[in-house]
């Protein structure tokens, strides 16, 4: 599937730096969608280019069923809840609805969505320590597909591990992430929180007297993105 094409669509709103980020890896194409003023739309026709995978960034869920329709393997990011979801699977099964554009991972049962999220997804990092718990140098392996992860992982190189440089990030990660705050189904604190636990296990791997230092962070940040999913 090296060759596989996306489609990002939108209307207008969210998407545009997703397009940007993903069309370096993927052949890519930007679609344009509607946003309808009414709160229910009827026989809408949405003619779309063909493509082997779609992820929606459309506000409305007609248009968004209207993508689903097309039996396509479709990544919802912007979400609806968990009864536009089991609505949307009632048309098309390969469907998901990740918490986070970043905590997506390759193990669904779609493999069109496999492949994308051993690119773009649950944030995995190659990180040098040195031995006085100074960041060395640090490569994204896999980051947000809103470009988040890198632009936030830049600064890391010279600081000093500890909970303080670790909150952060987090915040920095927030403020490049696109997602609302407090979004209904997708909320920026919480790929804040994802990051943090994630760069967290790739320094414990790294060095397990540096990740010891900092772990009861993780413990407190997985308790609070428990509790955040949960809300969902």
């Not at 995978?53 to 393997?73: N, W």
């Not at 649950?122 to 031995?131: L, Y």
């Amino acid at each position: 599937m090296k060759n596989m094409k996306i489609g990002i669509i939108s209307d207008g709103k969210f998407g545009d730096r997703a397009y940007e980020i993903i069309r370096e890896k993927f052949p890519t194409e930007w679609i344009t969608a509607p946003f309808p003023q009414s709160m229910v739309v009827d026989d809408l026709d949405l003619p779309l280019p063909d493509c082997d995978l779609y992820i929606s960034y459309v506000r409305h869920p007609d248009v968004a069923l209207a993508i689903i329709e097309k039996q396509k393997p479709v990544i919802l990011g912007v979400s609806f809840g968990p009864g536009f979801l089991r609505q949307a699977k009632g048309i098309n099964e390969n469907i998901i609805a990740p918490v986070t554009m970043c905590s997506l991972e390759d193990n669904t049962w779609v493999p069109e969505i496999n492949e994308f999220a051993k690119v773009f997804g649950r944030p995995a990092f190659d990180v040098r320590i040195r031995d006085d718990d100074t960041i060395e140098s640090i490569r994204v392996i896999r980051g947000s597909p809103c470009g988040s992860t890198v632009a936030a992982s830049v600064e890391l190189p010279g600081t000093t591990i500890g909970d303080e440089q670790l909150r952060h990030y987090g915040l920095r990660i927030c403020h490049f992430c696109r997602a609302p705050r407090f979004g209904k189904t997708c909320d920026k604190e919480v790929s804040g929180l994802l990051h943090i636990r994630e760069l967290i296990r790739a320094i414990t791997a790294m060095s397990p007297a540096a990740g010891a230092r900092v772990m009861p962070l993780a413990d407190e940040m997985e308790k609070i993105i428990d509790q955040k999913i949960n809300r969902f």
